[in-house]
Structures are given as C-alpha cells and as structure tokens.
C-alpha cells in the first residue's frame, strides 16, 4: 500500500472514529443531474404504444431545477407521437392541460433533430410526459431541488461519478453542531462538491463566497463555531480548501471618445446578469478616453488613469451598485494606452501604457481600491494593449504597439508580471480583452493595419491559442466586461467611424452576432464588472 493511499485512508478513517461517538451516518447520497439529453423511442409492449425513455419502458425521470433536460424524438417509433408535459398523470387524457413553463420543441417527432426541451423553473411541481395524440403511453417526471440537503449531527457519502454536487447547509446551527463529508466514488477531483453556506458564515467569510472541495479521497469534519466564523473545518485536507470570491453579475462602460467637438466623454452605460446594456448616464468625473479599469473588493471596481488633452493619473470609484465616484488623486504615472485586470481574487493591476513614450511599469491596487505608486516594468515597453483575468486569481497582458505585436506577459496571483512569452496569433494594436467561463479569458478584435474581428481563446492556464476567425463587425479601441457570473460582452469601438454596437460572448467562449448599439457612439471607453447581485 503506497504512502499516499496510506494517508487518504487515515485522513477519512479518522473523521469516522471523530463521528462514532454520536454522529448518525445516513446512505450513500448521489447528487441530482445537472441536465442531459434522454433518448426518447416508442414500441408496444402488448398494451398498445408506450414511450421508452433511455429504453426504459414509461421510465420515471428526476428534472433538476434550473437544469435543461432535452427529450430527443428523432427516432422515427416518434412519428406521430409529440412528447408533452402535464401537471396531471396522462395530460389531457386524464383531465389535465399541456405544461408550457421552460418547455420548447423543435422539429417533428420521428425526423432527424425532433425534441421537446424544458428548463425546469424553480419550485416546478411533479410533472407527468405524455403523447398529445394517444392514451397512456407516457410516465412521470419528478422535479427535485438542484441541492444536497443535510441536517446537522450526520454523515454523508457523496457519490459524484454521475455529477458534482451543491450541499445546502442547515439554514440555522447552534454551537457544536457538526457534519462531515466523505467523498465516497474518489471523484471530488473531477466532479467536486460545493458548500452552500445558507445564510451562515464559513470559516468567516459570508455565504456569497464560493467553498469548492476538489480533492479525490477527501473528506470533511465541519464544526457550527458561532456566528463569526460560522461553519469552520476542523479536519480537512487545508491545501484543498480557499474560499474563492462569487463571480461579478453586472458591467458598465464609461467614458470614451465620440469622434466629435469636444470628444472627449464622461457617461457610463450599466449591463445588466443577461447582458442587455442600458442608455447613457450622465457621466461623473473627468472626460478621457483610452483609460483601464478593474474590479476590487470582489464586488466593486475602479476607473483610472487615461487621457485627452494630456495624460492623466485620476481615477474613479465604483460601488457595488454602479455608481461612479468623482474624481481621485491618482497614484503614478499619468498615461494612457493602458490595459487593467483583476489578480489575487479581489485586487488589480493596471500596467503600461504611453506617457512621454511607452512604458512597461505597473500600479497594483489593493482590495480597497488604493493604486499604488509605480512597480519597475516587465517586459516589452507598450501601449494600445490589453489584459483579462484567467484561472480564478491570474491575470494577462497581451498584444499592443509599436510595433504591433501578439507577446503576452503574464501575472501571478500575487500581482507579479513576468517576462514576455512569444506571441500567438496575429499582431495587433487596440484589441478587448475580457474573462469568461469562470476560468478562462480571450483577446479579440483590434487593428492588424485595418479593424479586424479575431479573437484569441486563453485557457485555464493561461495558453493563448491560435487565431479564430472573427465575428460581428471589424473594429479596434473598443471595450469588454465579464456579466452573469461567466458570460461577457465586447460593445463600442472605432472602425471608420465610431460605433456603439456590441457582442455577447458565451460561456464557452463563442462570441455572437452584432447587437443594435445603445448608447452613445465612441471609442476608447473602458469597461469592467460588478457586483455579486445579478
């Protein structure tokens, strides 16, 4: 037996002993799904047609809340039998009516695409599928809360081979009141549990933030401490375990440049957790465009530096609301051309840029939005740039001019910017940068000599890949912030005039088609999120 199985076995063997002496330890639990696709046929077993789900005769379905679940009809059995849901056991054939909340179909039944989907809303009652056409040939469909609910004095198994696992704290704890958590498939690596505080601190922090275990083998002894700390471990594996800050829900644009007397502006236009961004607000603070912005905090964000008829080091405040402050002494050297990006979780960086010339130094900004005074540049003196977070708490610099270039540098979570790694892609100035699908970023658009519509994927890990043919219109100096926790969009921008449309970019990462500006038109906005609140 290796050393290290030796220590998984010890590290659950002994929140075992720890539980023996009270705790009741209940079944292996196995999560909900979290969404798939069932393959839908229809026979006759002897008492005429039945639906087969997954060629489970009239089987009995689970429907996470919040999950998308897709019946595939394009079996041809399906033909003429349309898949529906009912509140009532055989639908309309039993008295009841069609069920229509989160449901669309597509195609005819027995042809090749042909389903019914259904996003199940929350609270969704038991639903029943059943043929619109003929008589009882369908089954039931439970609706089940997208949770683990667990009660205080037990154990629990969680079996995540078929899907990860969100466990819902008691919403109410007294002192002493303890659980424990044992990953019983040796999956939590690939499939991981997540702890949902519900409403009480963990380890100090609030039930916003987000508790991952991740660990194969892992186990878990949490012990009710008080309201302070909350829910805190008493035995787990430590290097497993950091509280990560919830991803922003909203965005806003400001500032920029209108291509027109007196140019320079000061109005800001909020994004709202779909995306959708909203018209002008008068703006706060000083008019310049080519500024940078980063969130800190984890719910806020900051406006800084820029210029317009010179180069400026002012920065501007944003609540968690959106509200943008006046004006700030500025900290460092006034320029603009620069890019920004949240590291570390909850702090900023803000890092080159042109002066009198290009520069390659830095500004760290603190959890409480303090920028600091200049770092010693890194890497390839530039401007025109930009930058995005990756990895939870990384962050990247990437592209710029002169001359244009792809290198990238890349920022620890400490807010430490490394040498220059050789470009990927095609070399451009004036690019968007943006994260998205929680871990991941991408640069896109820019002028490769002309406005161009590439985009450039960045892992997990930081990997830049290749370029992918663009979409929406060709254009440069526009801006990018994360929305709905993994989504992003790019808006605004200069071609041969200055626009206000923008993109939606997917959760993995797929940009969309244009969207009809609002807004006032203008380039070298900047943008960046907010807010933990959708």
Known sequence: MSGTVTNNIFGVSGLVVAAAGGLEWQAVVVPPTTGRTFAVTVANPGAGNRYYIDAVLQATVNLTEGFTYIFD??????????????????????????????????????????????????????????????????????TVVSYVPVSSGKGYWINTTSDAATIKLPSSAEVGDQLIFGDYARTWATK??????????????????????????QAINIVYSGATKGWTPVSDIVTAFEPVAPPTQKGIFAYGNNGSSPYFVSMSNLVNSSGVIATDVTGVGTARYFLASSSYGGDKALFAFGANAGKLNIRNLVNNSGVIASDASGAGTARGALAAANYGGDKGIFGYGQAGGYVSLSNLVSNSGVVASDTTGVGTARGAIAACSYGEDLAIFGYGEPPRTAITNKVSNLGVIATDTTGVGTARNNPGAVSYGGDKGMFAYGSTGSSSSLKNLVSNT??????????????????????????????????????????????SGVIAADVTGVGTARYGPSAVGFSYSA
Not at 113 to 127: E, M
Not at 193 to 202: A, E, K, M, R, V
Not at 472 to 487: F, N, V
């Open 462 to 507: 930081g990997v830049v890949s290749a370029d992918v043919t663009g979409v929406g219109t060709a254009r440069e100096s526009l801006g990018a912030t994360a929305y709905g926790g993994d989504k992003a969009v790019f808006a605004y921008g200069l071609t041969s005039s200055v626009q206000s449309m923008s993109n939606l970019v997917s959760n």
């Open 192 to 217: 991981a549990i997540t702890i949902d505080s519900n409403g009480l601190n963990f380890q100090g922090e609030p039930d916003t933030f987000i508790v991952d275990y991740d660990t194969n083998g």
């Open 73 to 142: 009809q394009s079996d041809s059995s399906n033909s003429g039998h349309p898949l529906r849901f009912s509140t009532t056991s055989n639908g309309s054939h039993g008295g009841g009516s069609e069920y229509t909340t989160g449901v669309t179909t597509s195609g005819t039944p027995g042809s090749g695409g042909a389903y019914t989907q259904i996003v199940v809303a929350a609270d969704a009652p038991t639903l029943y599928y059943y043929c619109t056409a003929h008589s009882n040939m369908g089954g039931q469909a439970n």
